[in-house]
């Protein structure tokens, strides 16, 4: 026959240690949750209503939104809070009516965006948001009209904002001192603007930040530089304040990092790129064109722009800066050469919008061509992207040596 029952006294110290236990465990689990539930993008659908074309995106809970037209070329910009977005290939391959194509992301640190390329002038017909009903999620609708160019032009003049008062900036503020070199490494694109896509769906954006990261890393290990990033996540940064941070910071090098892509998958290899407003070819010409329409692809509006640019332009006749650049891709071009592949004719010359800070030399790297099977391998992976870290702390470290700060 069994006794009786044995029962265990817990010290009352342990009860409480189990109680915090749980009760934590509860919280971030509470945490999680909500973190999860954050908004999200589902889903994109477009159809043909008659004299319209309605975009339809699929959401996870009602959000605020704003819609506006741009021109130059036209688009619909879309904004929202930051969101999650969980589009299929096949959502993004829509396009009817005026809406040849479409980028999303991050644009800054409160805003994602949707950006509409158009074929031609539309109108905003009608936006409203559908509450959840017979297994449908919440749908923003957004209803485009194509008009005239002379009715379009009048629309956003009844609706622009005014424009605002031109300041006089004689310098940038005063930089930030550092007992070390400061090198601003740049990714390219980023948020809204995917830039290049891989032969296999990589991103350039993606590729450029973990370049710079881990470029960082290896510089910084020298214990002889400060390095700053132009952007630590995927958020969109117009082309001028890419500019803006160097300066602010009183950067001795600058390095703008891209991926580029061609029609012909055989070609591969780097390239170096410095400032000149005369291309040194057709193809760097090209490429500078289609770098500086950044800011267009994530939605700016560009119509107001301040006596800031001339200025910057004026300032381009130090020669100095430019010289100490051409200086850094001489040394950039043999260190590559050593470890990775080059394309011929190396440094290149054009005028990129990112390259124009007038005080600080500044060099734009086409780390490889994304369109060719090898590059985009090797540059998707750390051990890939490591013969390029390695070159160019190479070329940092001669630099350095003979133009110390």
Same mark, same amino acid.
């Given at each position: 026959?069994?006794?009786?029952?044995? #029962?265990?006294?817990? $010290?009352?110290?342990?009860?409480?240690?189990?109680?915090?236990?749980?009760?934590?465990?509860?919280?971030?689990?509470?945490?999680?949750?909500?973190?999860?539930?954050?908004?999200? #993008?589902?889903?994109?659908?477009?159809?043909?209503?008659?004299?319209?074309?309605?975009? #339809? !995106?699929?959401?996870?809970?009602?959000?605020?939104?704003?819609?506006?037209?741009?021109?130059?070329?036209? %688009? +619909?910009?879309?904004?929202?809070?930051?969101?999650?977005?969980?589009?299929?290939?096949?959502?993004?391959?829509?396009?009817?009516?005026? =809406?040849?194509?479409?980028?999303?992301?991050?644009?800054?640190?409160?805003?994602?965006?949707?950006?509409?390329?158009?074929?031609? $002038?539309?109108? =905003?017909?009608?936006?409203?948001?559908?509450?959840?009903?017979?297994?449908?999620?919440?749908?923003?609708?957004?209803?485009?009209? $194509?008009?005239?160019?002379?009715?379009?032009?009048?629309?956003?003049?009844?609706?622009?904002?005014?424009?605002?008062?031109?300041?006089?900036?004689?310098?940038?503020?005063?930089?930030?001192?550092?007992?070390?070199?400061?090198?601003?490494?740049?990714?390219?694109?980023?948020?809204?603007?995917?830039?290049?896509?891989?032969?296999?769906?990589?991103?350039?954006?993606?590729?450029?930040?973990?370049?710079?990261?881990?470029?960082?890393?290896?510089?910084?290990?020298?214990?002889?530089? %400060?390095?700053?990033?132009?952007?630590?996540?995927?958020?969109?940064?117009?082309?001028?304040?890419?500019?803006?941070?160097?300066?602010? +910071?009183?950067?001795?090098?600058?390095?703008? !990092?891209?991926?580029?892509?061609?029609?012909?998958?055989?070609?591969?290899?780097?390239? =170096?790129?410095?400032?000149?407003?005369?291309?040194?070819?057709?193809?760097?010409?090209?490429?500078?064109?289609?770098?500086?329409?950044?800011?267009?692809?994530?939605?700016?509006?560009?119509?107001?722009?301040?006596?800031?640019?001339?200025?910057?332009?004026?300032?381009?006749?130090?020669?100095?800066?430019?010289? !100490?650049?051409?200086?850094?891709?001489?040394?950039?071009? $043999?260190?590559?050469?050593?470890?990775?592949?080059?394309?011929?004719?190396?440094?290149?010359?054009?005028?990129?919008?990112? !390259?124009?800070?007038?005080?600080?030399?500044? +060099?734009? +790297?086409?780390?490889?061509?994304?369109?060719?099977?090898?590059?985009?391998?090797?540059?998707?992976?750390?051990?890939?992207?490591?013969?390029? =870290?390695?070159?160019?702390?190479?070329?940092?470290?001669?630099?350095?040596?003979?133009?110390?700060?």
């Amino acid at each position: 026959m069994a006794g009786p029952p044995i #029962v265990t006294r817990v $010290p009352l110290v342990t009860l409480m240690q189990r109680f915090v236990r749980l009760a934590t465990f509860a919280w971030v689990m509470a945490l999680a949750g909500l973190a999860s539930a954050a908004p999200s #993008v589902v889903g994109v659908r477009m159809g043909d209503q008659g004299e319209a074309t309605r975009l #339809v !995106l699929d959401l996870t809970e009602s959000v605020r939104y704003a819609v506006s037209v741009l021109d130059g070329p036209y %688009r +619909v910009v879309i904004d929202l809070p930051v969101v999650e977005w969980a589009l299929s290939p096949a959502d993004e391959a829509r396009k009817l009516g005026p =809406i040849e194509r479409f980028r999303y992301g991050r644009f800054d640190a409160t805003t994602s965006r949707l950006v509409l390329d158009l074929a031609g $002038p539309v109108e =905003i017909a009608r936006t409203f948001v559908l509450p959840p009903e017979s297994g449908a999620r919440y749908r923003l609708v957004v209803d485009l009209k $194509p008009v005239g160019a002379a009715a379009f032009a009048a629309n956003r003049a009844a609706t622009a904002k005014p424009a605002p008062v031109p300041q006089v900036v004689a310098r940038p503020p005063p930089p930030a001192r550092f007992d070390k070199p400061v090198i601003v490494l740049d990714p390219g694109h980023g948020g809204v603007d995917p830039g290049t896509i891989g032969a296999t769906g990589s991103r350039e954006k993606d590729i450029t930040l973990a370049m710079a990261r881990e470029l960082r890393q290896t510089l910084e290990a020298t214990g002889r530089y %400060r390095v700053v990033l132009t952007r630590e996540l995927d958020v969109f940064i117009p082309l001028q304040r890419r500019v803006g941070i160097a300066r602010e +910071v009183g950067a001795a090098l600058f390095l703008s !990092l891209h991926a580029d892509s061609v029609g012909q998958p055989s070609i591969s290899g780097a390239s =170096i790129y410095t400032l000149s407003e005369q291309a040194s070819d057709k193809e760097a010409e090209l490429l500078a064109a289609k770098e500086n329409r950044a800011d267009l692809i994530g939605g700016l509006d560009l119509a107001d722009q301040t006596n800031d640019v001339a200025a910057i332009l004026i300032s381009l006749a130090q020669r100095e800066t430019m010289n !100490l650049s051409a200086t850094f891709a001489s040394m950039l071009v $043999p260190e590559f050469a050593k470890d990775w592949h080059l394309v011929r004719n190396t440094h290149r010359f054009a005028g990129f919008a990112v !390259l124009k800070a007038p005080d600080v030399p500044s +060099v734009l +790297v086409e780390l490889g061509y994304l369109s060719n099977p090898n590059d985009e391998r090797s540059l998707r992976a750390p051990a890939g992207r490591k013969p390029v =870290i390695d070159a160019v702390t190479r070329a940092v470290n001669r630099y350095f040596d003979l133009h110390p700060v």
